[in-house]
C-alpha cells in the first residue's frame, strides 16, 4: 500500500516537470488514467484494510497489570473491566518458582485442578481464543485462594 501512495505522488511530479506542449498533453493523459488507478487501488487496499479480520488488531493484556499474577486481586473482576477479543495475547508476570500458569477448562477451573501442563517463566503468554479461558495457578492452594481467572473473548 505504501508503494502505491509514492508511486501517486511519482505521477504528480511527472506532471510539474513536463515543459512542452505536446508533451505536456501525454503527461497529462497518462497522469489522468495514472491517477485514477491510483486512487482506486488506495481506496481498495483501505477497504481491505478496514474489513480484516479483528484478531490482526490484536492486543496484549498483562494480567493483573502492575501488581501481576499473585495473591494481590480479584482476577475475574480485572477480567471484567477488560475488552477481550480472540487472538489477544495475556502475559502472566510472576516472580518464577512463587508460582506457575495452567490454561484450564471450565471443570479444571471449577475444581482448581489443573491437568495440563504448567508454564512457570514468570513471563508466560497465552494466545485467547474465541469464547471462554480459563487458567489457573496449580500450586497447592493458590487457586483455592483466588489465583484463577476466566476470560471470555469475543
Not at 512542452?20 to 497522469?31: D, I, L, P, R, Y
Not at 484450564?104 to 503468554?125: F, L, P, Q
Request: hydrophobic residues 40%; positive net charge; charged residues 15%.
Amino acid at each position: 500500500m505504501v508503494s502505491l501512495f509514492y508511486k501517486c505522488i511519482s505521477l504528480k511530479a511527472v506532471s510539474v516537470s513536463a515543459k512542452s506542449g505536446t508533451h505536456q498533453v501525454a503527461v497529462s493523459e497518462n497522469m489522468a488514467m495514472g491517477r485514477g488507478s491510483c486512487y482506486a487501488a488506495l481506496l481498495l487496499s483501505l477497504l481491505l484494510l478496514l474489513c480484516s479480520p479483528r484478531h490482526s488488531f490484536a492486543a496484549t493484556h498483562d494480567v493483573g497489570e502492575s501488581q501481576g499474577w499473585g495473591f494481590s486481586l480479584s482476577y475475574d473482576n480485572w477480567a471484567r473491566s477488560k475488552s477481550f477479543a480472540a487472538g489477544d495475547t495475556l502475559v502472566f508476570k510472576y516472580q518464577a518458582g512463587q508460582h506457575n500458569v495452567v490454561p484450564v477448562s471450565v471443570a479444571d477451573y471449577r475444581s482448581c485442578k489443573a491437568s495440563g501442563k504448567a508454564a512457570a517463566t514468570g513471563n508466560d503468554k497465552f494466545s485467547l481464543k474465541k469464547g471462554y479461558n480459563y487458567f489457573i495457578c496449580s500450586l497447592p492452594g493458590h487457586c483455592e485462594a483466588g489465583m484463577k481467572l476466566q476470560v471470555v473473548a469475543n
